[in-house]
């Protein structure tokens, strides 16, 4: 009996035994990776980008085809890295944590935390007029006399225009000082200080060489000593050529750019390098995610550890230019916040190599580095900040709304583009109509703020954006704000489009127009009359015009038109308007000294199309090279 | 340059009569199932397959129009008659693209309507799987909106783009037509002892000059072998902005003036050379 017990015993043993061994197999695997402001889990995260790769990884325009890099952070820990791809797809080299890409604007922000740095010193006032610390007469051709200050160029509205002079050097021993690079391309200044936000290389380059005139160093060696240095940044250069750092230096030269030839189906491998940022404070850092995650979480860190004060680091991260009235920031010195689940401050990237970014959220001290190398598609630096920072609740500022904003019609350009010059023509290339960026389905929500919303069809998740408008007293729009770059409503767009359209529809009249006269002539039909000779300089005028214009605008595509070419065309054009001028005059007045009226139609349409060209050469300034 | 009106309705009048003569009409029978089948499709199916006709009709037109004259060998009968050579020229400019502008607008009202009636949800409806025809919409939609056009406004440039083709198609043809009609022939096979004519017509050389040079350029550029792209870069650039413009009509303007300066260059140097061509 007590034998038959101590079995049964065993057994229930056993069974219980048994029974709780397997729970654990059957239950499931808890997430206990840290939870992110977008309510996603690292480890969701995680597999959200290793999905947007794999599904992603392709040959049309906007896939994955190169390497990423990607690094979450919280505070003072690193939650997760990833490398994906390869930096060398020829010889097979994947990428991975001695990788170096480059860091593009972002670079911006080390002008920016040194400023501020410089500012609780006391060495500068973000107020005054940096005219102050430049050498004398340092600007060449500004249009306005308002001051430019610290805070217009964090906020980029001290009001210049796009640089058309080329801003990357191809051969590294052209690269002067910074001084000498930036006064070379200095650009016209075409809104007046604080008017207007209009991205801009050039400014912030001023910016950083006002540290340099300050701190009487080079900014590059300030910034090694005051930022990289004290963060332990040990693998990211800054010069032009990278030789500040010599990991750098070799890693970059080894790392290969792609972008996507989707005709092809393959990509195109743009080399290692092919340019140098003569203005580097703008965009010439690069370096590893280790070090870019470095510098994200000491701009999170509660110690400030850049600064002398917490509160430096505060005043950073505050305000400097809001969305129309409302206290919506847009621009926090330097630093672009984005509304998405949290607001998150950061900058983004881009070159010719490589796209970047860098945004973080000083509350929940989340952050998240990402740098890819190919310039152009390929949206996963978009993509992963919102799986980790969520996207902006249309009800967060838009529960109240006002209506749609049904004022907001026509054509508008990008105020970051070229205004006055020889490419004037250039936004109206790229002019936007407001239905298309959705004007028309905007809320008011107060303020000056409006909202975008959009619906996914699949899910029914809503996302929105916010934008700001700029009126006048009477209400009339003078911009259309988005980070970074406003958008300026243009005045009788279809009418400038139409001229320039005429401009080369009456150059390629005027190549038929001389093919007829040949013809003509062989025929031993032409008639020579009064004024036929000048019609022809006419004619020659109109196309050379065309084809200098074309010719412009291809330099334009290429980076930059070079000041000698510039005066080139310039010249050139200056010669086709005055040809054009004299022709037209000469048609009208022997068409009214005409006795038998026989070439009245000759005169009539080639003293009109002489006087169209004549028109848009001098609206579009396309003789203009100088102060542009 | 005086233009006898009288006389033009003369010649376009004898040019009518001798179209419709004749047994074997084969360009007639031709033109008939070609309309036939691609305004059918256009009407049926989609409208933007119809706005090829337009472009297609012009390799036509001279061929067919002029058959009767070629095969009978009455185009020497002109230079005996009392009227000048330019004005045989003016006429059957006149006549062609008068002919052209008018099946044009048909062609273009009729897939108008299509666009609008959509009777291809007639055929769709009832076939097992299918939408009402939506996708035909569809598509014209998604890719207007790509282009920044509303659905009519693509239609609208697509049609003139290929009507502009088709004005610079028929100045060639009727220039070559002008110079030696014989070259014809051999599209028309009335050559007697069956041989084609060796020698190519000019409007075969334009034809295949509008067809292979941009595409030898288009893949030069896509194989980054030419570095036109830059070049390029400016007309693609106006072509959008233009696209976009006054909903496409701005760039058929383009491409129309573009057109009618073409024809207004083949018809000088037609007159001229016709006027010294030993008949």
């Given at each position: 009996?007590?034998?038959?017990?101590?079995k049964a015993?065993?057994?229930?043993?056993?069974?219980?035994?048994?029974?709780?061994?397997s729970?654990?197999?059957s239950?499931?695997?808890?997430d206990?990776?840290?939870?992110?402001?977008?309510?996603?889990?690292?480890?969701?995260?995680?597999?959200a980008?290793?999905d947007?790769?794999?599904?992603?990884t392709?040959?049309?325009?906007?896939?994955?085809?190169?390497?990423?890099l990607?690094?979450i952070?919280?505070?003072?820990?690193?939650?997760f890295?990833?490398?994906?791809g390869?930096t060398?797809?020829e010889?097979g080299?994947?990428?991975?944590?001695?990788?170096?890409?480059?860091?593009?604007?972002?670079?911006?922000t080390?002008?920016?935390?040194?400023?501020?740095?410089?500012?609780?010193?006391g060495?500068?006032?973000?107020?005054?007029d940096?005219?102050?610390?430049?050498?004398?007469d340092?600007?060449r051709?500004?249009?306005?006399?308002?001051?430019?200050?610290?805070?217009?160029?964090?906020n980029h509205?001290?009001?210049?225009?796009?640089?058309v002079?080329?801003?990357?050097?191809?051969?590294?021993?052209?690269?002067?000082s910074?001084?000498?690079?930036?006064?070379?391309?200095?650009?016209?200044q075409?809104?007046?200080?604080?008017?207007?936000?209009?991205?801009?290389?050039?400014?912030?380059?001023v910016?950083?060489?006002?540290?340099?005139c300050?701190t009487?160093?080079?900014f590059?060696d300030?910034?090694?000593?005051?930022?990289?240095?004290?963060?332990?940044?040990?693998?990211?250069a800054?010069n032009?050529?990278?030789?500040?750092?010599?990991?750098?230096?070799e890693?970059?030269s080894?790392?290969h750019?792609?972008?996507?030839n989707?005709m092809?189906a393959?990509?195109?491998?743009?080399g290692?390098?092919?340019g140098?940022v003569?203005m580097?404070?703008?965009?010439?850092a690069c370096?590893?995610?280790?070090?870019?995650?470095?510098?994200?979480?000491?701009?999170?860190?509660e110690s400030a550890?850049l600064?002398?004060?917490?509160?430096?680091?505060?005043?950073?991260?505050?305000?400097?230019?809001?969305?129309?009235?409302?206290?919506?920031?847009?621009?926090?010195h330097?630093?672009w916040?984005t509304e998405?689940?949290?607001?998150?401050?950061?900058?983004?990237g881009?070159?010719?190599?490589?796209?970047?970014d860098l945004?973080?959220?000083?509350?929940?001290?989340?952050?998240?580095?990402?740098?890819?190398?190919?310039?152009?598609?390929?949206?996963?630096?978009?993509?992963?900040?919102?799986?980790?920072f969520?996207?902006?609740?249309?009800?967060k500022?838009?529960?109240?709304?006002?209506?749609?904003?049904?004022?907001?019609?026509?054509?508008?350009?990008?105020?970051?583009?070229?205004?006055?010059?020889?490419?004037?023509l250039?936004?109206?290339?790229?002019a936007?109509?407001?239905?298309?960026?959705?004007?028309?389905?905007?809320?008011?929500?107060?303020s000056?703020l409006?909202?975008?919303?959009?619906?996914n069809?699949e899910?029914g998740?809503?996302?929105?954006?916010?934008?700001?408008?700029?009126?006048?007293?009477?209400?009339?729009l003078?911009?259309?704000q988005?980070?970074s770059n406003?958008?300026?409503?243009?005045?009788a767009?279809?009418?400038?489009l139409a001229?320039?359209?005429?401009f080369?529809?009456?150059g390629?009249?005027?190549?038929?127009?001389m093919l007829?006269?040949?013809?003509?002539?062989?025929a031993?039909?032409?008639?020579?009359y009064?004024?036929?000779g000048?019609?022809?300089?006419?004619?020659?005028?109109?196309l050379?015009?065309?084809?200098?214009m074309?010719a412009?605008?291809?330099f334009?595509?290429?980076?930059?038109i070079?000041?000698?070419?510039?005066?080139?065309?310039?010249?050139?054009?200056?010669?086709c308007?005055?040809a054009?001028?004299?022709?037209?005059?000469i048609?009208?007045?022997s068409?009214?000294?005409?006795?038998e009226?026989a070439?009245?139609?000759?005169?009539?349409l080639c003293?009109g199309?002489?006087?169209?060209?004549?028109?848009?050469?001098?609206?579009?300034?396309m003789?203009?090279?100088?102060?542009? | 340059?005086?233009?006898?009106w009288?006389?033009?309705r003369?010649?376009?009048?004898?040019?009518?009569?001798?179209?419709?003569?004749?047994?074997g009409?084969?360009?007639?029978?031709i033109?008939?199932v070609c309309?036939?089948?691609?305004?059918?499709?256009?009407?049926?199916?989609s409208?933007?397959m119809?706005?090829?006709?337009?472009?297609?009709?012009?390799?036509?037109?001279?061929?067919?129009?002029?058959?009767?004259?070629?095969?009978?060998?009455?185009?020497?009968l002109?230079?005996?008659?009392p009227?000048r050579r330019?004005?045989?020229?003016?006429?059957?400019?006149?006549?062609v693209?008068g002919l052209?502008a008018?099946?044009?607008?048909?062609?273009?009202?009729?897939?108008?309507?299509?666009?609008?009636l959509?009777?291809?949800?007639?055929i769709?409806?009832?076939?097992e799987?299918?939408?009402e025809g939506?996708e035909?919409?569809?598509?014209?939609?998604?890719?207007a909106?790509?282009?920044?056009?509303?659905p009519?406004?693509l239609?609208n440039?697509?049609?003139?783009?290929?009507t502009?083709?088709?004005?610079?198609?028929?100045?060639?043809?009727l220039?070559?037509?002008f110079?030696?009609?014989?070259?014809f022939?051999?599209?028309?096979?009335l050559?007697?002892?069956?041989?084609r004519?060796?020698?190519?017509?000019?409007?075969?050389?334009?034809?295949?000059?509008?067809?292979?040079?941009p595409?030898?350029?288009?893949v030069?550029?896509?194989?980054?072998?030419l570095?036109?792209?830059?070049?390029?870069?400016?007309?693609?650039y106006?072509?959008?902005?233009?696209?976009?413009?006054?909903?496409?009509?701005l760039?058929?303007?383009?491409f129309?003036?573009c057109?009618?300066?073409?024809a207004?260059?083949?018809?000088?140097?037609?007159v001229?050379?016709?006027?010294?061509?030993?008949?």
């Amino acid at each position: 009996m007590k034998h038959l017990l101590k079995k049964a015993a065993a057994l229930l043993c056993t069974g219980l035994l048994m029974i709780n061994m397997s729970l654990p197999v059957s239950a499931e695997e808890e997430d206990t990776s840290p939870l992110l402001p977008s309510g996603m889990t690292v480890t969701e995260v995680e597999k959200a980008f290793d999905d947007y790769i794999r599904l992603n990884t392709g040959t049309s325009d906007d896939d994955f085809m190169g390497a990423a890099l990607v690094g979450i952070f919280q505070g003072d820990e690193v939650l997760f890295t990833g490398f994906y791809g390869e930096t060398d797809k020829e010889h097979g080299v994947k990428a991975d944590e001695n990788s170096c890409f480059e860091w593009g604007s972002i670079t911006k922000t080390f002008i920016w935390v040194s400023a501020l740095q410089l500012y609780e010193q006391g060495k500068i006032d973000l107020n005054k007029d940096v005219r102050e610390y430049l050498p004398e007469d340092f600007f060449r051709h500004l249009s306005y006399d308002e001051p430019i200050t610290m805070l217009n160029l964090m906020n980029h509205n001290a009001g210049w225009q796009e640089t058309v002079k080329p801003i990357m050097n191809k051969d590294a021993s052209t690269i002067g000082s910074l001084r000498d690079e930036l006064q070379a391309v200095e650009p016209a200044q075409v809104h007046r200080p604080g008017e207007v936000t209009a991205y801009s290389n050039y400014g912030a380059g001023v910016a950083g060489y006002v540290i340099e005139c300050i701190t009487g160093e080079s900014f590059c060696d300030y910034v090694h000593e005051h930022i990289f240095e004290p963060l332990g940044m040990e693998h990211t250069a800054l010069n032009p050529t990278h030789s500040d750092n010599a990991f750098v230096f070799e890693k970059r030269s080894q790392m290969h750019s792609y972008s996507i030839n989707s005709m092809l189906a393959h990509a195109i491998d743009k080399g290692s390098n092919t340019g140098y940022v003569g203005m580097y404070p703008a965009g010439a850092a690069c370096g590893t995610i280790g070090d870019m995650m470095i510098y994200g979480q000491a701009l999170v860190d509660e110690s400030a550890p850049l600064f002398e004060h917490p509160e430096t680091q505060e005043l950073l991260f505050s305000a400097t230019s809001f969305y129309g009235g409302s206290d919506i920031p847009i621009c926090c010195h330097g630093f672009w916040p984005t509304e998405c689940s949290v607001r998150i401050y950061g900058h983004t990237g881009g070159t010719h190599f490589g796209q970047a970014d860098l945004e973080i959220d000083p509350v929940s001290k989340v952050g998240i580095a990402v740098m890819v190398n190919e310039s152009s598609g390929n949206h996963f630096n978009n993509v992963t900040a919102e799986l980790v920072f969520g996207t902006l609740d249309p009800d967060k500022y838009g529960a109240t709304t006002y209506g749609k904003a049904t004022d907001i019609k026509g054509y508008f350009m990008p105020a970051r583009s070229t205004h006055v010059g020889m490419t004037r023509l250039d936004p109206y290339l790229f002019a936007i109509n407001a239905e298309q960026f959705g004007a028309d389905d905007m809320d008011c929500i107060g303020s000056g703020l409006l909202q975008l919303t959009q619906e996914n069809a699949e899910d029914g998740t809503r996302a929105a954006a916010l934008l700001g408008e700029i009126r006048t007293p009477d209400n009339k729009l003078v911009a259309l704000q988005s980070p970074s770059n406003d958008l300026i409503p243009v005045k009788a767009y279809t009418l400038h489009l139409a001229l320039l359209t005429a401009f080369i529809l009456v150059g390629v009249a005027a190549v038929y127009m001389m093919l007829i006269r040949r013809k003509l002539r062989k025929a031993g039909r032409w008639e020579s009359y009064a004024g036929a000779g000048f019609m022809t300089i006419g004619r020659i005028g109109r196309l050379l015009s065309a084809v200098l214009m074309v010719a412009t605008f291809s330099f334009v595509v290429s980076g930059g038109i070079p000041a000698a070419t510039g005066a080139v065309i310039g010249i050139g054009q200056m010669l086709c308007l005055a040809a054009c001028g004299i022709a037209a005059v000469i048609c009208i007045v022997s068409l009214l000294r005409q006795k038998e009226k026989a070439h009245t139609v000759q005169y009539l349409l080639c003293s009109g199309a002489n006087v169209i060209t004549v028109t848009a050469i001098l609206f579009f300034e396309m003789y203009r090279f100088w102060n542009v | 340059m005086k233009i006898n009106w009288s006389l033009m309705r003369e010649i376009i009048r004898v040019d009518r009569i001798t179209m419709q003569g004749g047994k074997g009409n084969n360009m007639k029978l031709i033109l008939i199932v070609c309309s036939g089948l691609f305004g059918g499709l256009g009407f049926f199916v989609s409208p933007l397959m119809g706005l090829y006709l337009p472009f297609l009709l012009a390799g036509f037109f001279v061929p067919m129009l002029f058959q009767n004259e070629i095969k009978y060998h009455s185009t020497r009968l002109w230079a005996l008659l009392p009227i000048r050579r330019r004005d045989l020229v003016n006429a059957r400019f006149l006549m062609v693209y008068g002919l052209y502008a008018i099946v044009s607008t048909v062609i273009y009202l009729l897939m108008v309507l299509a666009l609008y009636l959509r009777p291809w949800r007639l055929i769709y409806t009832g076939i097992e799987g299918s939408s009402e025809g939506v996708e035909n919409t569809e598509i014209v939609s998604m890719l207007a909106s790509k282009l920044g056009l509303s659905p009519i406004g693509l239609f609208n440039l697509l049609f003139f783009a290929c009507t502009a083709l088709g004005i610079v198609w028929i100045a060639t043809s009727l220039r070559s037509y002008f110079r030696d009609e014989s070259i014809f022939s051999s599209a028309l096979q009335l050559g007697k002892s069956g041989k084609r004519k060796k020698k190519q017509s000019g409007s075969e050389i334009v034809l295949a000059l509008i067809i292979v040079v941009p595409t030898l350029l288009w893949v030069g550029m896509v194989t980054e072998i030419l570095p036109a792209g830059k070049v390029a870069a400016v007309f693609l650039y106006l072509g959008m902005q233009l696209m976009q413009a006054a909903d496409g009509f701005l760039l058929a303007a383009t491409f129309l003036f573009c057109a009618i300066f073409h024809a207004l260059y083949n018809y000088i140097a037609t007159v001229l050379e016709y006027d010294v061509r030993d008949l």
